[in-house]
C-alpha cells in the first residue's frame, strides 16, 4: 500500500504563481523528502526534512512537516515554466532504511 | 558521464520470456534498490541492497528476483515475464553516510511486455 498521498492529482498554474502540494503519510517517519520528475525521467532530490524540523527552505523550495497530522506540504513560489513535472514525496518510516512514495502531483507551470 | 546507468533503456518482450535489466554506477554508495513505476501509483519498491551480501524483498518482489554482483552493479530479473510487468523501472542508489540518505535514480527502463 502506498505510504504517501499526495493532493492535488494535479496543477495548472501561471508562471509567477506559486504552487503547493501535499502529501499524507501513514506511519512516524524519519525524515521526508520531497523528488522531481520530468516526463519519464529519473527523479531527482529536491530537499530532505527530519521528522524532529518543522520548516526547511532551499531557494525557491519551502518545506513544511506536522508530524502530528502525518503531512507535508512542498511550497515552489514564484513558479517558472521549468518548474513543470511531478512532484512525489518519499518517507522513511522509523526503524527501516527504505523509502515509500507517494503518487506523485503533476505540475504544470503556463508561461 | 551519468552516475547511475542502466541498461537497456528500452525492451520489448513477450509474455514467458526471461529478462534481465542492469544497473551500474560510480557513486561508491552501498546501498541500491529497485522501483517501478505504474501511472498513477508513484514507485513501488521491488527490491533493495544495503552491501553485496545483503538482499531484502520490497513491497512487490513477486515476480521478480535480483542479484548484486558488485558493489556497483544490482540487476533485475523478469523470470516468466507477464503483461502486468509492464511499467517503467528505476534503480536508485544512497548513502547512509553521505548527504542525508538521499536517493540517486538512473534514468530508467520502459518496459513492455505483450
Known amino acids: 500500500s502506498q505510504q504517501g498521498e499526495e493532493d492535488p492529482q494535479a496543477l495548472s498554474i501561471q508562471e509567477g504563481e506559486n504552487a503547493t502540494m501535499n502529501c499524507s503519510y501513514k506511519t512516524s517517519i524519519n525524515n521526508l523528502q520531497w523528488y522531481r520528475q520530468n516526463s519519464g525521467r529519473g527523479l531527482v532530490h529536491l530537499i530532505l526534512i527530519r521528522s524532529n524540523e518543522r520548516e526547511k527552505h532551499s531557494g525557491r523550495l519551502r518545506v513544511t512537516l506536522d508530524t502530528s497530522k502525518k503531512s507535508s506540504s512542498l511550497l515552489i513560489t514564484a513558479s517558472r515554466a521549468a518548474d513543470t513535472a511531478s512532484y512525489f514525496c518519499?518517507?522513511?518510516?522509523?526503524?527501516?532504511?527504505?523509502?515509500?512514495f507517494g503518487t506523485g502531483t503533476r505540475l504544470k507551470v503556463l508561461a | 558521464d551519468a552516475d547511475v546507468t542502466q541498461t537497456p533503456r528500452n525492451r520489448i518482450t513477450k509474455t514467458g520470456k526471461r529478462i534481465m535489466l542492469e544497473c551500474s554506477q560510480t557513486k561508491g554508495h552501498d546501498r541500491m534498490y529497485w522501483y517501478r513505476q505504474d501511472p498513477g501509483l508513484g514507485l513501488r519498491l521491488i527490491y533493495y541492497?544495503?552491501?553485496?551480501?545483503?538482499?531484502n524483498k520490497g513491497e512487490i518482489s513477486d515476480g521478480y528476483s535480483v542479484s548484486r554482483q558488485a558493489q556497483a552493479k544490482f540487476s533485475l530479473s523478469l523470470e516468466s515475464a507477464i503483461p502486468n510487468q509492464t511499467a517503467l523501472y528505476f534503480c536508485a542508489t544512497s548513502d547512509p553516510g553521505g548527504d542525508q540518505e538521499t536517493q540517486y535514480f538512473g534514468p530508467g527502463t520502459r518496459l513492455l511486455v505483450l
Open positions: 541492497s544495503f552491501d553485496v551480501k545483503d538482499i
Open positions: 518519499a518517507t522513511s518510516p522509523s526503524g527501516t532504511y527504505k523509502y515509500i
